[in-house]
């Protein structure tokens, strides 16, 4: 395989405020595109667009290429498990979803401290050994947002696992909420394959401050600032895929390009990197990814994700106050304002960033609420 893959996540749309409204003929051009250049490896998940991403990956790869073409990895939301029906219930509905027949790599999803004493009180590693000695899963892993010490206690608990999917870029390296160096230590420790998520941190990292650019279009003029994120993830050893939510042609494009012939950083370009780390990490408010996990099941249909962007734009500079509050107000007209959180709790359970929000929207409602 080759080492990107495509991450059925950010999709184009074409109505930005709907998660559901795809670009098909520009998602069906980027597949193609995809296979013609030799990459293969397809991410999708349960909760992905709103439970649509898996309708889509049918339409625009399954139904048009012959099976043995690509290789297709989706999740079992363990978030979203109530009882132990729901496994099996949840896995026939993605087989239909998708069409895929079988699942080349399967994951329990999200596993954290909660969501693992769920999977295991429902016995989802079971069910998926069971499924996969049925020949419709053929590797069986997980992804992982917690400490390294439960990734250590769910690799010794499970060893039948085949792999771990884990948030590793240059900014979360050493960062004391992801840990993404010490979680990827431990599923070397345990011989596991390594896939990576949000290697460009929700696409923060494709968009840096003007200071951590300099820095490397001083070293290579010709590579994107997005090329240093994913070959940053893909030049450690255990790394077999890099996945990636492009969201339009010329994003996938761009990554193909420099991930067709592969050649890993060397030991000047990853201090670069880590160099550029300390220069964002400078002018970040809010560690979010806009993987929009939290905004599932809000009671008040926050713009939790927009919101925080809002306040990391604030803090870089990037926007004045004024114009930011005119943009607050704009989202504030469709969706809940961030002071009418109740704090009940369910976005900072279901968050992989860890993230305080209940305390963060209250910032937010001060800095852009009159």
Known sequence: MKKLGFGFMRLPLL???DPTSFD???ICEMVDKFLELGFNYFDTAYMYHNGTSENIIKEVLVDRYDR???LLAT???TMMLKEKDDLERIFSEQLEKTGAEYFDYYL???LTKENYEITERLGGFEFALEKKSQGLIKKLGFSFHDTPELLDKILTEHPETEFVQLQINYLDWDSEDVQSERCYNIAVKHGKEVIVMEPIKGGSLANVPKRAEKLF????PQMSVASWAIRFAASLPNVIMVLSGMSNLGQLCDNTSYMNNFVPLNNNEINICMNAADIIKSTIAVNCTKCRYCIEGCPMNIAICEYFA????LNSGEKELCELKTEYSGFAEKYGKASDCIGCGQCEQHCPQHIKIISTLENTASVFED
């Open 68 to 70: 043995s073409d690509f």
């Open 15 to 17: 109505d930005g405020n």
């Open 108 to 110: 329990m999803h999200c």
């Open 217 to 220: 279009k001083e070293t290579e």
């Open 24 to 26: 098909k003929s520009q």
């Open 310 to 313: 809002l306040l990391n734009a």
């Open 75 to 77: 999740k079992m939301p």
